[in-house]
């Protein structure tokens, strides 16, 4: 039979504070078997003891109340699991991600710097279908993946074919006041059926100083540091957006990873 406790006792078989079991009554995670209607003290029973623990192994794992309140309340066996499962997804991405910045700490800690491999490009005046738009830092992802999906169904359904890699052109105020426009575009010699966003462009003609990016894009600011001073140093930078080429961009996160930085320059002859 269920014993009633006070607060304090059920604090210490719960190895929960009081502040913390109060915080969780607010919360609507764990009410108290019994509140005294006279002083407000909160009494638990032995048996809300398995509930208290489950809480906090959860919080420990980082899981989001709204989450924990779904799966306490829920009595299906699958949305239980299905809402667990997916906390455990953003932990392993949480994980790979921490272990990938862990990385390239210990990377930049080293004393030797790694060549960099930089090609001098002309680049052509070239047709895309594109969308542009002023896109702010913390929105720029869902962003990006949006006008990806548009440009690509809109050339699907126009017929038309990619020539080349997908790409982006990336004005420096957006990485300096993190806000700017942003053009993401897709090659293509197609000349008509652009719909919704989707304008069919053609990209100025450029000078370019060319590297390669291997792996996301966590760490590119590496690549657009040792790139950048390269290109200072050689006094040939020039006012102008920077252009990133999509080379491999798999869908899987663990899959390579391969973006050419294109750096704006002066040239007054080939190289």
């Known amino acids: 039979m269920a014993a009633l406790l006070t607060i304090g006792e059920f604090a210490v078989m719960a190895q929960l504070s009081k502040k913390a079991l109060r915080h969780y009554h607010e919360l609507g995670l764990l009410e108290p078997a019994h509140i005294d209607a006279f002083n407000g003290y909160r009494h638990y029973d032995t048996s809300q003891l398995r509930t208290a623990q489950v809480i906090r192994r959860f919080r420990t ?26 906390h455990l997804r953003r932990m392993e991405t ?20 790694r060549p960099i491999e930089v090609e001098f490009r002309t680049v052509p005046a070239t047709p895309v279908w594109a969308i542009t738009a002023t896109v702010d830092i913390p929105g720029f992802g869902d962003w990006f993946s949006g006008a990806m999906r548009e440009i690509r ?13 997908p ?24 000349t008509s059926g652009a719909t919704g966003r989707v304008e069919i462009v053609e990209l100025p003609a450029a000078e370019l100083a060319v590297t390669v990016h291997r792996g996301s894009h966590d760490d590119v600011d590496r690549t657009y540091g040792a790139l950048g001073g390269f290109v200072a140093e050689r006094l040939l930078s020039v006012e102008g957006p920077v252009r990133e080429n999509y080379l491999v961009s798999g869908e899987d996160p663990g899959a390579e990873q391969l973006t050419e930085i294109c750096w704006p320059i002066f040239r007054t002859a080939a190289r």
Do not use: Q
Request: no cysteine; aromatic share 4%; proline share 7%.
């Open 61 to 86: 794992l980082g899981m989001p109340v709204p989450d924990i309140r779904a799966v306490l309340a829920t009595g299906d066996v699958d949305l239980r699991n299905r809402i667990i499962g997916a």
């Open 94 to 113: 949480h994980l790979r991600e921490t272990s990938e910045a862990v990385g390239a700490l210990r990377e930049l800690l080293e004393p030797t710097v």
């Open 153 to 165: 169904s809109a050339l699907n359904t126009a017929g038309g074919t990619a020539e080349g890699p």
């Open 167 to 190: 790409g982006g052109l990336y004005a420096p105020e957006l990485f300096g006041d993190e806000i700017g426009e942003a053009t993401v575009f897709v090659p293509s010699a197609a």
